[in-house]
C-alpha cells in the first residue's frame, strides 16, 4: 500500500533523510521511530506530497507522490505535527469544508462526516468551535480531518505530542481501531507508542534506516536479550555446568552481589532466540537438590533496542539494517533513557 525506495532529501548542503527504504502493507500500522531530527517529518511529508524529494520515490496505493500528487492526496489522510485547523469554525463545518477540499461528491459528505464524527468521539463537540476545544478534543478533530474521506492510508505525525495521559490512551486506542481497514504509517519519538499501537517499527536514525522489525523480534534480536536470573541456594558451580547443558541456553554466568546469603548465587542465563528453557532449568535444579528461591524472565526492551540502535557507533561501515552490529552501551544511553520515556 506504501512502499519507499531509496528516498533522499537534502536541504541546501544537510542531509535530512538518505537512502530511506520501507513499505507498509494494506491494513497495518507501522511506526515510524527516530530520536529529534532523525528525519521523521521530512518522510511524512514527502509521503503526502507536500515536499519534492531530492532522489528516490514513494508510491501510495500505486500511484507516485511526485507525479500523481493530486490521486495521492485523495488516497492518504494526514496529520501534521500541528493540525491545520480552522479555529473560527465548529468541528462539523470544518470537516465539511475537508470533505469539499478531498473532492467527496456532495451526497456522500454528510455520512462521511457524521462516520469522522462518532469514529473519533466528536459528535457532542459538532457544534462547538474549534478554538473553544481542549488540545485533546483538537487532536481528534485533526484525526477526524484525516479519516473524513475514508482515505485508504493515513499518515501520523507524532500523533500524542503535548496529550495528557487520559488522552494519550484515546487517541491510541482510535489509531488502532482504524487498523485493519485503514494502512497506518505513525511517526513518533515515544517508544511505548510504538509497542502499544504497532504490527511493524521502522526506526531512523540520522536520516537513515537502522532497522525495520516487529516491536517482539527487534527485541528478540538483540543481543544477550531474552533469558532468565535465577537465585539458587547449594552448589552454584554444578548448577552452572548442568544449565549450560540444558538445550536452548547460550550462556549462564553467576551475578555479583552482596544482597543475598552466603550460600546463595544469581545466575544470569540467556537463552537461544525463541527458545524459552525455564521448565527444564527448573527441572534440572530440582534433581540436583538445588534450592530455587527466585525466578525471573529477563528481556531486552524496545527501548534497549531504540537506544543501541540510535546512540551507539556502528562497528561496520554500512552495516546492514537488520544486522547492524554495535559496540557496548554507553553512559549516554542512560541519559538518553530518560529523554525518550515520557
Ligand atoms: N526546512 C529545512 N531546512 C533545513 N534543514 C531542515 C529543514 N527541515 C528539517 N531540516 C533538518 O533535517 C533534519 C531532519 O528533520 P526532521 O524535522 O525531518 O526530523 P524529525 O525526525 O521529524 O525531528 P522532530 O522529531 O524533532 O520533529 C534535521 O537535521 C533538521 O534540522
Redesign the pocket.
Given at each position: 500500500m506504501i512502499s519507499v525506495e531509496h528516498l533522499s532529501?537534502i536541504?541546501?548542503s544537510?542531509?535530512?533523510?538518505q537512502d530511506v527504504t520501507f513499505s507498509v502493507e494494506p491494513g497495518e500500522i507501522v511506526g515510524f521511530l527516530?530520536?529529534?531530527?532523525?528525519?521523521?517529518?521530512?518522510?511524512?511529508?514527502i509521503l503526502t506530497g507536500y515536499l519534492p524529494a531530492t532522489s528516490g520515490s514513494a508510491k501510495i496505493a500505486g500511484y507516485d507522490v511526485h507525479e500523481n500528487s493530486l490521486a495521492v492526496r485523495q488516497r492518504i489522510g494526514y496529520l501534521p505535527?500541528t493540525p491545520p485547523l480552522y479555529p473560527e469554525m465548529t468541528v462539523e463545518a470544518f470537516l465539511y469544508f475537508v470533505t469539499r477540499l478531498k473532492g467527496v461528491p456532495a451526497g456522500d459528505r454528510p455520512s462521511k462526516v457524521d462516520a469522522a464524527l462518532k469514529r473519533c468521539n466528536l459528535l457532542e463537540k459538532r457544534r462547538v468551535l474549534i478554538r473553544k476545544l481542549s488540545k485533546g478534543f483538537r487532536q481528534r478533530v485533526g484525526i477526524a480531518q484525516a479519516i473524513v474521506h475514508d482515505p485508504p492510508a493515513i499518515i501520523l505525525?507524532?500523533p500524542t505530542v503535548g496529550l495528557d495521559p487520559r488522552q494519550i490512551i484515546d487517541v491510541r486506542n482510535l489509531i488502532k481501531s482504524l487498523a485493519g481497514t485503514h494502512t497506518i504509517i505513525l511517526?513518533t519519538?515515544i517508544l511505548p507508542e510504538v509497542s502499544m499501537t504497532c504490527n511493524r517499527v521502522t526506526i531512523?536514525n540520522q536520516?537513515k534506516v537502522v532497522a525495520t522489525n516487529t516491536p517482539d523480534n527487534l527485541e528478540a534480536s538483540l543481543a544477550g536479550g531474552s533469558g532468565y536470573e535465577l537465585e539458587i541456594e547449594g552448589n552454584s558451580t554444578a548448577a552452572q555446568q548442568q544449565i549450560q547443558r540444558v538445550s536452548g541456553v547460550r550462556v549462564v554466568e553467576p551475578i555479583a552481589t552482596t544482597e543475598i546469603p552466603a550460600n546463595r548465587a544469581v545466575l544470569r542465563v540467556v537463552s537461544e532466540p525463541g527458545i524459552e528453557p525455564g521448565k527444564e532449568i527448573i527441572a534440572t535444579l530440582v534433581s540436583m537438590g538445588i534450592g530455587v528461591c527466585e525466578m525471573r524472565r529477563t528481556r531486552a526492551s524496545l527501548e534497549d533496542v531504540f537506544l543501541r540502535l540510535t546512540t551507539q557507533e556502528k562497528l561496520e561501515d554500512g552495516a546492514n539494517a537488520q544486522s547492524a552490529h554495535f559496540v557496548n552501551a554507553t553512559a549516554t544511553e542512560e541519559k538518553q533513557k530518560e529523554e525518550v520515556t515520557p
Open positions: 532529501k536541504y541546501g544537510t542531509p535530512a533523510i527516530g530520536p529529534n531530527g532523525a528525519g521523521k517529518t521530512t518522510t511524512m511529508r505535527e505525525d507524532e511517526s519519538h531512523i536520516g
